[in-house]
């Protein structure tokens, strides 16, 4: 018997009906982008279609066509614990239907990560993109707790899926006025574009901080020779105001 991961943020973060979603989902992608083919990662947020399906659309946009293992790497908000977890089910559930999870790789991860399964939004919202611009893709679903070994993971990652695509979930500052919120941001997405993970420090605003230290790390051992700026926006562009505003950034890692 298959074991799925039932959906836990759908009627929440994005809609539960089906031809809803997919209509969403290909409305976000059809923004004129052109593939990236050398690309190996990206950053893409992960708050509510609402508020940053626009941004994340811009990357799963610009992503290469043809992806088969998609390594998501995602904080965890809800379920605190220490390290690095992956999820070892056989698939991810939404509305769109089942997204197979490629067990060969998360066999091979968690020799050496904790395999608790939890539900995680930052995860999830990253599957219907996924099912949509990808329908063949399996995913690997890679959870961040207090205090990872971003170098670990990335080297695990590129160990057992030296081909797979890297999404890296997270969203940037949280609730500050928005000319606050815009400098604190402009300070993730300009470390981000020099490739350092060490400029991916603990004091940047950032939720998914340690997902993205560990794509550039993976993009380190892949050689990679370029990031680019896709997208920012932020909560104020979808309509809820200026005074406790949230960022929200895609940007691409090109070998």
């Known amino acids: 018997m298959d074991d799925v991961l039932k959906p836990g943020f759908a009627g929440s973060f994005y809609p539960a009906d ?11 992608l059809d923004n004129h982008c052109e593939p990236l083919e050398n690309a190996t990662g ?3 947020p992960h708050a509510g279609y609402t508020y940053s399906g626009k941004t994340a659309g811009y990357g799963f946009a610009s992503a290469p066509d043809n992806v088969s293992t998609v390594v998501i790497i995602a904080p965890s908000h809800r379920y605190p614990f220490r390290g ?7 698939f991810m559930e939404t509305p769109l239907g089942m997204c197979p999870v490629n067990r060969k790789v998360t066999s091979g991860l968690a ?11 930052s995860l999830e919202v990253m599957v219907p993109f996924i099912q949509i611009r990808w329908p063949d893709a399996e995913i690997v679903p890679v959870i961040l707790g207090i205090e990872p070994d971003c170098r670990k993971t990335a080297r695990l990652i590129q160990q057992y899926a030296p081909d797979a695509f ?3 979930s997270s969203d ?4 500050y006025p928005l000319a606050t919120a815009e400098k604190l941001d402009r300070l993730v997405i300009d470390a981000f574009l020099t490739l350092s993970p060490e400029r991916i420090t603990e004091s940047l605003e950032a939720c998914g901080k340690s997902a993205i230290r ?9 050689k990679a020779k370029n990031a680019v700026e896709l997208h920012y926006s932020t909560s104020a562009d979808a309509g809820a105001g200026t005074d406790e505003v949230v960022g929200y950034f895609s940007g691409m890692v090109i070998k």
């Open 18 to 28: 089906s031809a809803s979603l997919e209509a969403l989902v290909r409305g976000f």
């Open 42 to 44: 990206m950053v893409v």
């Open 84 to 90: 690095e977890t992956v999820f070892e089910t056989d």
């Open 111 to 121: 020799t050496r990560m904790g395999t608790v399964v939890f539900n995680e939004h």
């Open 166 to 168: 890297i999404v890296a």
């Open 172 to 175: 940037l500052s949280h609730f």
């Open 214 to 222: 560990t794509l550039l790390h993976v993009s380190t051992l892949r």
